[in-house]
Every structure is written in C-alpha cells, then in structure tokens.
C-alpha cells in the first residue's frame, strides 16, 4: 500500500443513532471511491463494515468497523460505529482516533438519544462535524422537518449546503448551493448529470444560498465587507470559508442524499478532502510525560513514535488485532516499541490496513493514520505504544460503569473453565463487559450495558470459542444480624466407646454496629477452658457466622466473647470445642432478634424533566428513598437509595420510561435491615430451597 503525506490523510467517523443509515452511506462511499465494485448490504451479507455474523442476524452494527478509501490523492480512513446505546462506547471510544465526524440522520425528522451523545463526545474532543440528511427517498421523508430537528437539537447552526430534487420517490438529487448546480441521478453508480436549478427550486435556492453565504462571510471579517458591499464572492473563497467554518466549528454543513441509492456519497467524499481537517491541522496531542507533567507530541514524522490502541478485536486463529491510531512520528514493520502502560517492549511484526475483516499489509505507519498490528502480548485497549527512549502516556476514553448483571453458568456440564476462557476474551475487546465473582454466592457474574449487549457478546463468543452460557438473575448476597443480647451456654458430648467428645462452653453475644464485622473476645480466668482450645471456639463460631442462623445468609456485625467452660482431660478435643462453638452461637442468635440485610445502592439518575414524574414514582414503588433533586439544563438529576433486588433489571425500565434518554449509575451504599413481611418470604424461599437440595 502507498504512503501518505500527513496532510493527505482524513480520519472521519460515521455516527447517528440506530438504524439510520451509517453503514449504508459507509458502503456508498466505499463504492463511489472505487473500493468495491458494488454497494454493500448488510442484509445479503456482502458488507464490508457489518461482516460479523451477528450483525447480519441482528441487521445492526455490533463494533466499529474500519475501511480506507483514496479520493482525489487522499486517503479516507472511514470509521463505521454502532448506534445502539449498548454499544455507544465503541463509538464513543472510535471518536478519540478521528479528526471529523458526520452525523447521519434520516429524513423523518427524528433525532434519537444516542445521536445526542455522540454529538456531545464530538463536543468533548473538538471534533468538525457534517451532517448527512439520508433516506429522502423514503416515505415521508421531509427534509425541512429534518432541519427543523437538527436546528433544535444543537446549538452549532445547521446548515444547508444541498437542496434536495424531489422528495420520497421522486427524490433524484441535489442543488449544490455553493456552485448553485443541480447534480440528477440516474441510478446507484454515484455518476451525476449537472445542470441549471430546476424553476421549481430556483427561489428557495437562492435564498438557502443566501443564509449560506451569510455563515461563510462570518468566517472572515474582509468577506464580510465584500459581502456587505454587494461585491461577488468567488468560489474559491466560499469554499475557504467552508473549511474555515467547519474546522472551526462555526457551523455545521448539512448534506442530503440517499445511501441505498448512492446519492450524495461522492459530494461527502468532496466535503471531507476540502473541508476536513487533516491530523496536521488538528495538532499536536497532548500525553503525560514519565515525570507526571504534559508532554506533547506534534503530528510529524521527524516527532518520537507514539500511538494510542483504543480498540481490540479477539479471533480464536489469529489472535488479537490491536487497532490503534498514530499521534507522533513513524513506526516500520518488524520494530520494536514500548508501551508506557505496562512497561513493557512489544515487538511490532506486520502493520495492517483495514477493510473490513480484510487486510493490506503497511510498510511504515505514518502520523495521523489508523492501522492494526496482530498478536502484541500484553497491550490492551486504551494503552499507548511509544518510543522508549521518549514515553508518553495518553488517555484513553474511560468506559461507563455496566447497567446490568447476570449470573452466569456453563450451559454443559465440566464447561466451567471454557466458559471462564471465553469470556476473558470477550472482555479483551469489550471494555465495557465486566467479570467478576462474587465471594458470597460464590456465582460468576457478567456486566454489561444491557440484556441485548450481553446476549449478543454471548452468540459471539460461543461462535469463536465453543462456549455456551445460561444467563440467570444473580442471587442477593443478603446478610444476617442480631439486634439483641444474649448469655448462652453449650456442651458438645459423645460417648461411642473408647474417648469420646467432651466441650462446654459460655458465651455472650451483643450487636455491633453496622459495618463492624466480626469481634471475638477471649475472657476466660483460671484456665477453665486451656488456652489450646479458644482458637476451636471462634472458628467454631466462625463457621455458624457463614452458614448463619436464619436463611443460610452470613452473619455479620456480632460480638462474642468467651467467658467460660469445663473441659475433660481426655475426651476433651479441639473439634469437639469447634462444635461446641458453633452450637452455642447458632442457639444464643436466635433468641437476639436475628434479623435479615439487603444490600442498598446509592442510584443517580438523570432524566429529562417531563420524566420526572414518572421515574419519582417508580423509585418509591421499589422501596427507593429520594436524598435529592437537582436541575441539569433540561434534565433532573435525582439522587436515592435502592434495594439491590429491586434495580437488578432497571435498565430496560428506565429505557423505556423515557424514550432512552435517561441514564443512571449506581454504587455500593451498605446494609439496611429487610422489611419483615418481606424477610419472612426470603427466608422461607431460602427453607424451602434447603429442603430441595
């Protein structure tokens, strides 16, 4: 593959909602800059961005994909990201890799909540962005009411710089207002026939050309005398206005077209060369430095090597794929370099281009481009590579905390470690995906963004690796504790001929507060019970605590104190004062109120305010408690504490009360006492379940 001047190159993300068209318009461009001979679907699986065999059964994109195209001696690096929210931080993380971005958006007007958090990462990372108004040849596509939405949404202006020709069916092509040509279609080569403004458009051309040369003036105060004097503005200079604006982020250029039909791809491919920043005009990046301090690295050759790998892809034969994009200087094949994460060399053998699941080996990485390198031993997502003898350390996209957890089993028998196995590798190339065990329930537990993103990673993962799951809701880890005081005494004695069992102790048991754990004290005299056996007692004890005394939960937050005892010198054991231990603490907690803890978790939820309502009344129906509200610019963030057991499926509750658009997260607050009607079904689900087994 050749080799690109830094300014050469374009790195710009397709983002949007679900559903709108990314991918199409992705095939669109591909084809029109003549990387495939035909444009790609997703449906008959002749996609190059959605190769995955659960992106043609879902028909939705799972991962960011990536292809190149060369358009006028430059090349595209094109980033194709999902647009479903439980897979938005592969977008989001994508986002830090590129220099530009376009919003795709359907023409019925409707702008979904994931369309706005993409727009407000680009936000984050100063990123230029266009819009593509797609499907106008659909029914009821109307692109005012497209704009009008667009306009509403965001408070970067949205401007026209197409018109479109007809609508729904009819729809065949566009007015380019910058050169006030309209560009016909007659089928999906992407060659257009220029000609004259049809009458019909003639007055609402001029005056969409008009408001639009009214933002490009504002670019540069000598063309807005020019303007303001009625002098002519050349072409040349509107469209260094163009780029002025959008580098800038002045305003936001909105094009329209239709993906299926490859209409409009050749003028994005236009739009991104004359308009787009290329890594030089972005800048330098800025890192940490070995000392703790900034450090920055300019996008030049002659800079040191430095690179940020922020997506993985695992494959059971060819191992890992490192995607990364180049900060600073150059990287050869066969090298060698240093990833400041780990501290740690990596040896780089062969560089990949990617397109698609395809790949065009790279002599030597440039700055600004976004390549792949196979089997690096211990780089993850979010770690920069770099020259050793000049670390740097950038940082990577943080993922959110997971929404939603299951227990998870292996669907065979003897399958636990596969499954374990597999999930780690799933885990690699899914940041937001979640492992861990819970110490109580001993159950391995999966996180992630929601039911759809789990089960999805699951079919992917028993493709890869042959490992099939049950998903199940995780058990409650509750907890037992006293809320009494109590003196008890018990004797553990056996006699089967020959020595027998013989321990008598006396304890006294009292309530500790919450989140004291467990204290044992040792107040014995005169060596009624001799000091080699106290250890037997409070392990003795310690055992009842875990098997507790109510429901099987552990018990938590007691005090025992030993204070007396008898003993046989010969019958007498440290098994035998075991048993005597964990007889006499079972026997005294029950007649101290033992009583039944839930785990509660502080939950902040942000919602817009015609949800609050709604969402307000949903946490009181959980045994939620308010701690507050306050007003986020058109959404409320409310703050309460929730039982475990009644958020385990929020997620999908809270989707659906407000249209996607509200978020939460939750953490770990601590122990509150169970409702007593409630305790009495738990602890008799709990029997009954004993009795089973």
């Known amino acids: 593959m050749k080799r690109y001047e830094v300014d050469r190159i374009r790195n710009v993300a397709l983002i949007g909602h679900g559903g709108c068209g990314k991918t199409s318009l992705g095939e669109a461009v591909l084809y029109t800059a003549g990387v495939t001979t035909r444009l790609g679907r997703v449906d008959d699986g002749t996609s190059v961005f959605d190769f995955e065999p659960e992106e043609k059964g879902h028909n939705l994109s799972i991962s960011t994909a990536f292809a190149f195209a060369e358009h006028r001696k430059t090349k595209i690096n094109v980033v194709d990201t999902p647009g479903y929210d439980v897979f938005l931080f ?8 590129v220099d530009g971005a376009v919003l795709v958006v359907g023409a019925d007007g409707e702008i979904k909540f994931e369309a706005e958090k993409l727009w407000k990462t680009c936000d984050d990372y100063g990123l230029p962005r266009a819009v593509f108004v797609n499907r106008l040849d659909k029914e009821n ?6 704009l009008d939405a667009l306009k509403e949404t965001f408070e970067q202006p949205v401007v026209p710089v197409h018109l479109p020709i007809g609508e729904e069916a009819s729809f065949n092509g566009y007015v380019d207002l910058m050169s006030m040509k309209a560009y016909t279609f007659a089928d999906d080569s992407g060659k257009a026939e220029a000609g004259p403004v049809p009458d019909g458009l003639a007055d609402a051309a ?3 050309r008009d408001a639009l040369l009214e933002h490009l003036v504002e670019t540069d105060d000598e063309l807005m005398e020019k303007y303001f004097d009625g002098q002519e503005i050349s072409d040349a200079e509107m469209a260094r206005a163009l780029r002025t604006g959008v580098m800038s982020g002045q305003f936001v250029p909105a094009l329209v077209g239709s993906a299926v039909k490859n209409i409009g791809a050749g003028a994005l491919l236009d739009l991104v060369v004359d308009a787009f920043p290329s890594p030089a005009d972005r800048g330098e990046a800025t890192g940490t430095g070995p000392d ?16 940020l790998v922020f997506k993985t892809i695992s494959d059971p034969f060819t191992g890992r794929l490192s995607i990364f994009r180049v900060m600073s200087g150059t990287l050869p094949s066969d090298s060698t370099v240093w ?70 089993y292996a669907k065979a028998k003897g399958e636990e470690e596969k499954m374990g196995q597999g999930l780690k590798r799933m885990q690699e190339e899914d940041p937001t995906l979640r492992l861990t065990r819970d110490e109580q329930t001993h159950e391995l537990l999966v996180s992630g963004m929601g039911r759809l993103h789990v089960d999805i990673v699951l079919e992917r993962m028993k493709r890869k690796y042959g490992a099939e799951v049950d998903l199940r809701t995780p058990k409650v880890p509750y907890r037992e ?17 020959g020595r027998g069992q013989f321990a008598d102790v006396a304890i006294k048991i009292n309530p500790l507060p919450r989140g004291g754990g467990y204290k044992f004290n040792n107040n014995i005299v005169g060596g009624v019970v001799p000091r080699q056996y ?105 703050r309460a504490l929730v039982p475990l057991a009644e958020v385990q499926e929020y997620a999908p ?3 659906s009360m407000t249209a996607g658009r509200g978020t939460f997260t939750m953490k770990f607050h601590g122990y509150e006492e169970v409702p007593a009607a409630l305790a009495e079904k738990i602890i008799a689900a709990a029997q009954a379940s004993d009795d089973d087994e």
């Open 534 to 638: 106290i250890p037997a007692v409070d392990a003795g004890i310690q055992e009842r605590l875990a098997k507790g005394v109510l429901a099987g939960y552990p018990v938590v937050d007691v005090e025992v104190t030993l204070y007396d005892g008898k003993y046989h010198e010969v019958d007498s054991s440290e098994m035998a004062f075991k048993i005597a231990g964990s007889m006499a603490f079972k026997k005294g907690a029950l007649v101290c109120k033992p009583v039944l803890l839930e785990p509660i978790y502080e939950i902040t939820v942000t919602v817009p305010d015609e949800n609050l309502g709604d969402v307000i009344g949903d946490l009181n129906s959980r045994r939620g408690r308010v701690l507050g509200m306050d007003p986020q610019g058109g959404h409320q963030l409310i």
């Open 339 to 408: 990833n400041a994460n780990k501290t740690a060399d990596e040896r780089i053998g062969q560089i990949l281009a990617l397109v698609g699941k395809e790949t065009q080996p790279v002599e030597v990485a440039v700055p600004g481009d976004i390549l792949a390198v196979p089997k690096l031993k211990s780089t993850d997502t979010g770690d920069t590579l770099c020259d050793k003898a000049h670390p740097i350390t950038y940082q990577a996209a943080e993922p959110p905390e997971p929404l939603m957890t299951f227990a998870a």
């Open 141 to 146: 596509a109307r692109f005012d009411a497209a």
């Open 90 to 97: 592969d977008a989001q993380a994508a986002l830090q890799a």
């Open 653 to 655: 509750d809270l989707r």
């Open 206 to 208: 001029a005056a969409a």
């Open 481 to 497: 504790t006293i809320k009494g005081s109590t003196q008890i005494q018990a004797r553990h004695k056996k006699q089967t001929g």
């Open 292 to 307: 703790g301090e900034d450090e920055t690295r300019a996008p030049a050759e002659d800079a040191p090597f430095s690179a």
